[in-house]
Structure formats: structure tokens, C-alpha cells
């Protein structure tokens, strides 16, 4: 089937470019809101070569797999809201998962094969293992017009090798991007619309954590040659890790390279 958006997106004014082959998606998008663009743009491809993550490591993008951003309109959002529109990415991303391959069971463990969770602060796992990730960029252009872009990259058909990385086909679910673009080009425009540009952020923040991996487990997070070790307590009101220290001490993070159990331990 050929890539396309969602009812409620469509009603709410989203538009959707397709190609055949792009660099990176993100970029694209932030090209097009340099031309005047202000969105909801959604790019997608049937084949991105330059993909990219955090810090700037690289994003494998495999055939089959998923590989969209959206540029989403940021007037009206106060600068220290901004961040939040990951948090309702990764919402929208894991829903639009639920609704394709069918919703799971509350009691589902982080450690089942079968089990979506959200690793702060911008990946899915599937039964423990990297799934998805976003990346969200935002730049002030000329003129101070604000710019926001959240990509989306969830290996569908295949993940790469070497890497603690699974994808929808290894864990026995058959379906395709196309299908995933639809519902999750939908649930942004609910999200976004609830998240109501930070009003309503305390709601969108319990939902994330009914829906995190790894929360009231150990945990390490990495930064700058640093890491920080406790227990991963909760999110606060600006979608900050909260760690518990073992001397109880609280701490928040505002970046960083999540571990979890075992590996926490190690970090």
C-alpha cells in the first residue's frame, strides 16, 4: 500500500511528502521549513542514507523499516515546552504500535517479547530491546520564526546487527510502514492536540510513565564521561529523569545514555 495519513490527521490539516530517496528525513523537513514551510509536514522515504540519532550517531535505515519526520508548528509554545514534544512523540509512536499490532495487556513486563515501553528519553523497546527512536531538533530561523522537527525511525522489517536491536518482523508481527505512518500520523494530531502546547503536560507525563521501561529499577545514565547511578524514581514536570541515589539524594538529568539492571550496574 502506498504511504498515506490517517483520518484525523488529514482533518486537521497535515500534509504528507513522499520520496523515493532522501539523506535524512529530519533534514528535509528542516530545508522545507527554511523555505517557508510551518506544517504539519509529514516526509517519509522509501529509502534514507544518512540517517541520524542523539549526538549525532548514526541511524541505520534498513528496507522495509519506517523512516518519517513531521515538521510540526511551535507558535504559541513558551521555549521551556519545547522539549516536550518528544515525550508526545514517543506517546504517539507507541500507541500507533499498540493499534497496529493490537494492544497489550496492562500486566505486560518490561522483560516480555511482546511488551512496548518508553526508554527515556526518546526510544521504544520491544521485550527489552531497541525498537524505535526519535530525534527531535528544533531551530530559530531568520526572522525568529521557530522550527521544530521529530523524526521517527522504527525497524519494521529488520534491525541492525551487532546491536542490542530487535524489530517488529523478529518478534512475529507482520505488517508494514505504510500501515504504521497511518496510525501514527493520527496519533500525533490527538496527542499534540491534548498536549495542547504544554497546558496539559502533567496528564501527557502520567501517561508516559504508565508506559516506562525500567521505572523503579536500577539504572545508570551516562554523560560527558560521567555516570550517575540509583534508581530511576520518575520524570518530573519538565520531563527530566529523576534519579534516587543510594545516599537518597535525588538528582535530575537533563541528557544522557540510559542503562538499565545488569547493565546499569556496569555502566
Not at 522489517?157 to 517488529?168: D, K, R, Y
Request: glycine residues 12%; charged residues 20%; aromatic residues 6%.
Amino acid at each position: 500500500m502506498p504511504y498515506r495519513l490517517g483520518p484525523e490527521a488529514r482533518s486537521q490539516g497535515h500534509r504528507l511528502h513522499v520520496h523515493d530517496t532522501l539523506g535524512s528525513t529530519n533534514t528535509e523537513a528542516m530545508a522545507q521549513a527554511r523555505a517557508g514551510e510551518t506544517g504539519p509536514l509529514w516526509i517519509t522515504t522509501h529509502r534514507q542514507e544518512a540517517g541520524r540519532g542523539r549526538r549525532g550517531n548514526a541511524w541505520a535505515s534498513l528496507p522495509g523499516n519506517l523512516a518519517a519526520s513531521v515538521l510540526w508548528p511551535v507558535a504559541g509554545v513558551a521555549p521551556d515546552h519545547l522539549a516536550e514534544l518528544g515525550f508526545v512523540a514517543g506517546l504517539a509512536l507507541i500507541e500507533a504500535l499498540d493499534a497496529t499490532c493490537g494492544t497489550l495487556p496492562d500486566t505486560a513486563s518490561v522483560g516480555s517479547a511482546r511488551s512496548f515501553r518508553l526508554k527515556w528519553p526518546n526510544d521504544v523497546l520491544l521485550g527489552g530491546a531497541k525498537l524505535a527512536g526519535l530525534l527531535l531538533e528544533a531551530e530559530t530561523l531568520p526572522g525568529g520564526r521557530r522550527a521544530a522537527v521529530i523524526g521517527f525511525g522504527v525497524n519494521v522489517a529488520a534491525c541492525p546487527e551487532g546491536l542490542p536491536a530487535t524489530s517488529l518482523a523478529a518478534a512475529g508481527y507482520v505488517y508494514d510502514a505504510e500501515a504504521l505512518l497511518e496510525h501514527l500520523s493520527d496519533r500525533m494530531a490527538a496527542r499534540a492536540r491534548a498536549w495542547d502546547r504544554g497546558r496539559n503536560f502533567a496528564a501527557l507525563r502520567a501517561d508516559w510513565l504508565a508506559r516506562a521501561a525500567g521505572l523503579g529499577s536500577e539504572i545508570a545514565v551516562r554523560s560527558g564521561g560521567h555516570s550517575l547511578e540509583g534508581v530511576f524514581e520518575t520524570i518530573d514536570e519538565g520531563g527530566r529523569l529523576v534519579i534516587l541515589a543510594p545516599d537518597g539524594n535525588r538528582h535530575t538529568v537533563t541528557a544522557g545514555e540510559v542503562h538499565f539492571g545488569t547493565a546499569a550496574t556496569a555502566a
